[in-house]
Nanobody
Framework: VQLQASGGGLVQAGGSLRLSCVAS????????MGWLRQAPGKEREFVAG????????YYTEHVKGRFTISRDNAKNTVYLQMDSLKPEDTAVYYC????????????????????WGQGTLVTVSS
């Protein structure tokens, strides 16, 4: 599977960005998806996850109430709407696919994602 993320850029604090990630292949709708990020000098961290049926979503406490993950299975695309951005949100954002199809548990562990896109840089200025 190939994952192509886009939508990053430079934005002022308080602004918004919408990230998109298009997946190749025919099995997109059977896997949970997620967004993770890596800031300079820090480890990659979980940001948001969504189940394969889009009936469950998960967020790190750092972005709850500000970010929204969604998906369109007809378009093989997962989105991350980011509002009220803060300078500490600056990072390279990666979309990723969960390792198991039709997974019934929670999608909030970085180790559970096993396919990664190339990342898109988000820079939030103060």
């Amino acid at each position: 599977v190939q994952l192509q993320a886009s939508g990053g850029g430079l934005v002022q604090a308080g602004g918004s960005l919408r990230l998109s990630c298009v997946a190749s292949g025919r099995t997109f709708s059977t896997y949970g998806m997620g967004w993770l990020r890596q800031a300079p000098g820090k480890e990659r961290e979980f940001v948001a996850g969504i189940s394969w049926a889009a009936d469950r979503t998960y967020y790190t406490e750092h972005v709850k109430g500000r970010f929204t993950i969604s998906r369109d299975n007809a378009k093989n695309t997962v989105y991350l709407q980011m509002d009220s951005l803060k300078p500490e949100d600056t990072a390279v954002y990666y979309c990723a696919r969960w390792g198991t199809a039709y997974y019934g548990g929670s999608y909030d562990r970085p180790q559970g994602f096993n396919y990664w896109g190339q990342g898109t840089l988000v820079t939030v200025s103060s």
